[in-house]
């Protein structure tokens, strides 16, 4: 276990942030499994500490591993996604030493572990309130990535371009392919997610050749590129018809806003056939939140 110093609370109390590793006898890939780039999604530390924990890495026939269960302190200490300034780590990419709080946690990861790795994973969940069906992301325009993604064996893919200063942009840029899996929701802990976050690492260490075990083959892979958000016509209170994880039709009712009042209810229908990836789990809306995310490459 290597610390890496990430600075001080006011209070004087230093911040240090745990990086392990799992280092074959033979040669082979380096690895990256990150969580907690956002300090609120707890799905993501627990996915690298229970692998850590279960000793998965213990046994490596080749290649090393780099785990950083926790990267952004600062927002799980205080249940936030951003550092204690408002930024967003992951909007802050290189980053610099004498920047904002974010920017030097972000430079810590792209001058101390980049250079270091081939290829990494890393973790997230939706936001506050936003529910992710488990999937992987990776680069648009990236044959890499797409290839990397399709190792893991995950029956959802899902291309994405990678968002300026974001630390899969700042890896593409250095010729790294990150991938990010995304699952279940901020401020949440869930062993179907957690559990769906270790099969991911292990298969695609299998792939790679460097953990004995077979594959969790998927007997198709569903690979999206179009993503929109039907966006709740109304304001008022929720009640959620549907859930990530299913098809749904065009018109098929997905959700009914009403008022406070019993005066006014507004029915909430699917524009497409699509797949629910992501659903709002928020009981208040305002008009033009985003409720579903659907992805339809027809």
Known sequence: MVRINAGTLPSGNRISIFAYVFRSKNPGPTVLFMGGMHGDEINGTEIVRRSIQNKYFSNLTCGTVICIPLLNIYGFINFSRDVPDGKDVNRSFPGTNVGSLAS?????????????????????????????????????????????ARKCQFPIIVSKPALSKSFRRVARDNK????????GEALRLENYIVDKGIQLI?????AH?????SLIQQPSIA?????????????GIVTYLRKSGHFVKKGELLAII?????????RMHASKDAFMLSHNNAPVVNVGDGMFHLVNDK
């Open 104 to 148: 030097r946690v972000a430079r810590i990861v792209t001058k101390k572990i980049l250079p270091l790795i081939d290829f990494g994973i890393d973790f997230h969940t939706g936001g506050n309130n936003l529910w992710n069906y488990p999937h992987i992301r990776y680069s648009s325009k990236s044959e890499e990535a797409e290839e990397l």
């Open 176 to 183: 790294k392919v990150i991938l990010v899996f995304e699952g």
């Open 202 to 206: 292990k298969n695609i260490l299998i």
């Open 209 to 213: 050749g460097m953990l004995d075990g």
């Open 223 to 235: 690979n999206y590129t179009k993503l929109i958000w039907e966006r709740s016509p109304d304001a």
């Open 258 to 266: 009403s008022d406070p009042f019993a005066q006014r209810e507004t």
